[in-house]
């Protein structure tokens, strides 16, 4: 006949775990952990030797050693409770009350244990639990009764206890995830309904069974880290939670990391902290231009990480790697050429252009340029053109062909932001810039204009006043220069046209009505013989003295 049992409900494990007692002539243990007493047992004043139960597992050969103490029921520490009860189960009997009949309040002198049941147990049901019992039922009948959550208050009916004998029952799975514990109220009274017992309290502990695998707060991770991070560089941190108990193995998690894609330039470029998630660089030789971005896969697993036991589940960490200005730009030609006609200004002479392998379009790919040699003058200047990249060398001042036929520019090329430690710029980020000056069919001018004559009235026909000769800037073309004249209201001079002399066709007269305040003004024309001609136009004044 079974005198109690013990089930070790976190040891099985479908057949492969075989069980051994101590002693084996007193005690048979079955293949579901449930120990039998093989003879009838008397209760003796000495304490009991402990029973010592060996679980062995028959495939990895792993051992578990557990120890237990047989004691009358009023010292029992622990209530386990086994899937069937037989008619001898513990019980648990109300304290002892004064001398006389009236019932009063005592105070107690011990504390009932708790009673611990498995969650997600599959029966039969109802499940004994445990019997509840007063010293009064000896010489009267009782009735008892219990109260409470889970009773007869909600959740209802979830424990019933047998009136007339006490047995206190469970009548369907618990879930320590929904009630992790129940308290309840016996109560004693006679058929009349009077209490003949204070009411005891008995605390239902739900036992978590590793029902839950643990989630991820995030199917998917995201985080950064810089390229060229040195091995311990800090990521990212990722978190799984668990339903089951925290303080027992079965919500204890453990993380691993099982696969690196891609796996450069190595496969472990990351590791995980197994207790809290933490995600940091162990390897060196991040490189953003080689490899953007890593994927992760992220295992966490309960039973603190027992690979044959725990419960897992898997989350994605994707880890980009930024830019830092590791890559200087590079000028694609060692020389670039130009040309750009004399005179003009604002106008774009020749377009650089440089790679740059850091991301675009930030500031450790925008390029900057700077002119550090050929310009003293400061006639050029080399903007960004901010879509391309590109260097616009650009004329801001005017060039005259006449004084420099060529420009050679030395032009160097930088980012928005100082290149990173250890990196130098290469040679590739100086260029040359060659431009040719061309030159154009400038306007020929006078000098001075106007011009000046003081004369007298009354000068004769055919009589010379000054060479009025234009000058041409273009030295190197080798043109003429013709004069035609273009105003003279009184029709008094004529000009040659190859000389640019000039002389009288009839008489000055000041008191001419052409002539204002003693000056009269004649306008010229000077053209030259260039494919595209130019002209200019001088005034010249004559001032006349009247004659005594």
């Known amino acids: 006949m079974a005198s109690f049992n013990v089930k070790f409900v976190s040891c099985g494990r479908g057949g492969l775990v075989r069980f051994e007692c101590s002693n084996p002539s007193d005690f048979r243990i079955e293949d579901n952990g ?132 006490g047995e206190l029952s469970v009548n369907k799975p618990l879930d320590r995830e929904h009630i992790p514990s129940f308290h309840l109220r016996a109560h004693a009274v006679d058929l009349n309904g009077n209490q003949v017992e204070n009411p005891i309290d008995i605390v239902i502990n739900v036992i978590d069974m590793n029902d839950n695998r643990p989630e991820f707060t995030h199917q998917i991770w995201n985080g950064t880290v810089p390229e060229g991070s040195k091995p311990g560089t800090f990521v990212m941190t990722v978190t799984s939670i668990d339903k089951d108990d925290p303080k027992t193995a079965n919500g204890m998690l453990r993380y691993k990391i099982l696969s690196q894609n891609p796996e450069s330039p190595s496969s472990n470029m990351f590791t995980i902290n197994n ?184 000068m004769l026909p055919e009589s010379t006043l000054t060479m009025f000769t234009a000058q041409d800037p273009d030295r190197f073309m080798q043109q003429t220069i013709r004069y035609s004249k273009l105003s003279d209201l009184a029709n008094w001079l004529r000009i040659d046209p190859s000389t640019g002399r000039i002389s009288t066709i009839a008489i000055l007269d000041r008191e001419s009505p052409y002539v204002k305040n003693s000056l009269y003004n004649a306008t010229f024309l000077a053209t030259d013989n260039g494919m595209q001609a130019f002209k200019c136009v001088c005034s010249c004044q004559k001032y006349l003295v009247e004659l005594m």
Not at 50 to 61: F, R
Not at 130 to 138: E, G, L, M, N, T
Not at 345 to 371: E, F, G, H, M, R
């Open 275 to 458: 207790k809290t998630g933490g995600i940091i660089t162990v390897a060196a030789g991040l490189d953003r231009e080689k490899v953007p971005q890593y994927t992760l896969i992220i295992q966490a697993t309960d039973m603190e990480g027992n690979p044959m036991y725990g419960l897992s589940n898997t989350a994605t960490a994707v880890i980009r790697v930024t830019d830092i200005n590791d890559n200087p730009p590079e000028f694609t030609a060692e020389t670039f050429f130009g040309e750009v006609p004399e005179n003009a200004v604002n106008v774009i002479v020749a377009n650089l252009t440089v790679t740059d392998k850091d991301q675009p379009n930030t500031p450790a790919w925008n390029a900057v340029y700077k002119i550090t040699g050929g310009d003293p003058t400061g006639r050029f200047s080399v903007p960004t053109d901010p879509t391309t990249n590109e260097g616009l060398v650009t004329v801001v001042k005017p060039i005259d062909y006449e004084i420099s036929r060529t420009y050679v520019l030395t032009v160097e090329a930088r980012n928005e932001v100082s290149l990173a430690r250890g990196i130098h710029p290469p040679k590739q980020s100086t260029a040359t810039v060659s431009i040719r000056v061309m030159d154009v069919n400038e306007s020929p001018y006078f000098d001075p204009n106007p011009k000046l004559i003081r004369l007298e009235e009354g």
């Open 34 to 165: 449930v120990v039998y007493a093989a003879r009838t047992l008397q209760r003796t004043p000495a304490p009991a030797s402990p029973l010592l139960i060996k679980a062995v597992d028959t495939t990895t050969q792993q051992q578990w050693v557990t120890q237990v103490k047989m004691m009358p029921p009023t010292q029992v520490q622990e209530l386990v409770v086994p899937p069937v009860m037989s008619k001898n189960f513990k019980e648990i009997v109300f304290p002892s009350q004064n001398a006389d009949s009236t019932l009063k309040r005592i105070k107690r002198d011990w504390v009932i244990p708790p009673i611990n049941v498995p969650e997600n147990s599959r029966g039969p049901f109802p499940q004994e639990l445990v019997r509840i019992r007063s010293d009064h039922d000896k010489n009267r009948s009782l009735r008892y009764s219990v109260t409470g959550p889970g009773a007869d208050q909600p959740p209802t009916g979830i424990f019933t206890i047998d009136p007339i004998s």
